[in-house]
């Protein structure tokens, strides 16, 4: 019995190859010796694609009928059972036009015909700000395992727990804990580092307290970025900056349409309106920098979700305090629908960006990294699918509040993004929510977290 289709695997959607028993009696052994001399990383192909085929593994290759072999970056040996026979499942086929050699540094992935040179960032330096917070620190980790020299400047973290200290050691990374709106303090930091690409990521980002002290979020999100853009504007070295705004920029007028990156701005909440700021900071500074040959632009991304947030009035982290605090989650607003993406999503876009503006003379100024359209979800849709993973949670009641102002809807159009550098989002809707349990049910049973984090970071490189 031989057969070929999709299976659900604990991480997504991927296709195999069936061997019978007969078959597999033959070559279990030399199957076996194979997959014990790869490095199992996870399923190798989660894309759906339209070739079926049967593949024979065989000394880390496999082959199609017809074709001749190719190269397995890695491979998953599972067991299942069909029509009263025990068969092994071999995650092996790989899709059409996508072939990986490996995930470290130096790795080329080729993507729908457009290569993404991972090797552009080993021994690659790197200024990253906000390297202790959420996505700043998934960043560090990626920039890490590429093999690029990071510099980091932030405040300590403001959770407890959080990614950044869990994550430690940090072998290669340079950390400095230093405020932003500390203008002098910051130009002294920047001056004694050449540094090639700059990821600017320090910002006060919760919605809700931008509602309570406005001041302090507009000191931050405006002011410091034009401090780190002035600074850096006298850095000989630097090739390529990225400035990290929100989708919460656009005029959002309800009506769903998806925001190209030429909509116009708004600002109707403090949060919004101090990133609108900076994009018309950020446009201000930059004839100078072209004038200096230096790259500058800007990058948005949607309802980012990920292991290691512990951010105040957001839903995930909310329902894991919930796991400790034994008491039901609080929504606000469980019909409300927004674009779920996971961290790796858009840091893969802003990685690529980078790159993109350091080596072409002519690049965007801005790109949005929005999540497919199927990742438009309910906030009741995102809790099921988290709390599946974890049967002894408290569950969760409705409470409504005007605490906080939430916009409608906002979709990205990540076309540019797409044209530009062959991006697009990799993880579906459920992969991304079982992605995040997986992170947190690892954390809550004492799992090695900086371990856990490079796995999925691996993971996700192999999807490119």
């Known amino acids: 019995m031989g057969a070929t289709g999709i299976a659900e695997c604990s991480s997504g959607t991927a296709w195999w190859g069936l061997l019978s028993a007969k078959q597999l009696r033959a070559e279990g052994n030399r199957v076996l010796s194979a997959a014990s001399q790869l490095q199992a990383e996870g399923a190798v192909a989660r894309r759906r694609c339209a070739r079926r085929a049967t593949g024979l593994v065989s000394g880390g290759q496999y082959s199609l009928p017809g074709r001749k072999p190719h190269a397995l970056r890695c491979v998953r040996v599972g067991v299942v059972t069909r029509d009263a026979f025990e068969v092994w499942v071999l995650f092996v086929l790989l899709p059409p036009r996508l072939h990986w050699t490996t995930a470290d540094a130096g790795t080329k992935a080729q993507i729908d015909g457009g290569p993404m040179d991972l090797k552009f960032w080993h021994d690659r330096r790197v200024l990253v700000t906000g390297h202790t917070g959420f996505k700043g620190g998934w960043l560090c980790l990626w920039l890490e395992r590429l093999g690029a020299r990071v510099t980091g400047i932030a405040l300590p973290p403001i959770t407890h727990p959080n990614l950044f200290e869990l994550a430690v050691p940090w072998p290669t990374l340079r950390g400095l804990f230093l405020d932003i709106r500390e203008r002098d303090r910051l130009l002294a930091a920047i001056d004694s580092h050449d540094f090639e690409i700059l990821f600017h990521l320090a910002a006060q980002p919760i919605v809700s307290e931008a509602q309570r002290d406005a001041v302090s979020t507009f000191a931050t999100n405006v002011m410091g970025a034009v401090h780190i853009l002035d600074a850096c504007l006298k850095v000989p070295s630097l090739r390529a900056a990225v400035i990290v705004t929100s989708d919460k920029v656009y005029e959002n007028r309800g009506d769903g349409r998806a925001f190209r990156e030429s909509d116009s701005f708004s600002g109707d909440d403090p949060y919004a309106a101090s990133k609108s700021a ?36 957001r839903i995930i982290p909310d329902l894991v305090r919930s796991l400790s605090n034994g008491r039901p989650t609080a929504l606000r607003d469980p019909a409300g629908v927004r674009p779920w993406q996971h961290v790796l999503e858009p840091l893969s876009g802003y990685l690529a960006f980078a790159e993109h503006l350091a080596r072409n003379a002519e690049s965007p100024t801005t790109l949005n990294f929005g999540p497919a359209l199927e990742n438009d979800r309910t906030v009741a849709d995102l809790v099921d699918r988290f709390l599946a993973h974890f049967p002894e949670h408290p569950g969760f009641e409705v409470v409504p509040t005007d605490r906080i102002r939430e916009a409608p809807l906002l979709r990205l159009d990540s076309t540019l993004a797409h044209q530009t550098l062959k991006w697009r989002p990799r993880l579906s809707f459920g992969q991304s929510v079982d992605w995040v349990a997986e992170w947190f049910r690892a954390h809550r049973c004492g799992g090695a977290m900086r371990e856990v984090s490079l796995q999925q970071i691996a993971q996700y490189q192999a999807l490119l």
């Open 278 to 313: 900076v994009e018309l900071a950020v446009s201000a500074y930059r004839p100078a920098f072209t004038q200096r040959q230096k790259k500058l632009a800007t990058v948005r991304a949607g309802n980012v979700i990920g292991g290691g947030d512990w951010a105040a009035d």
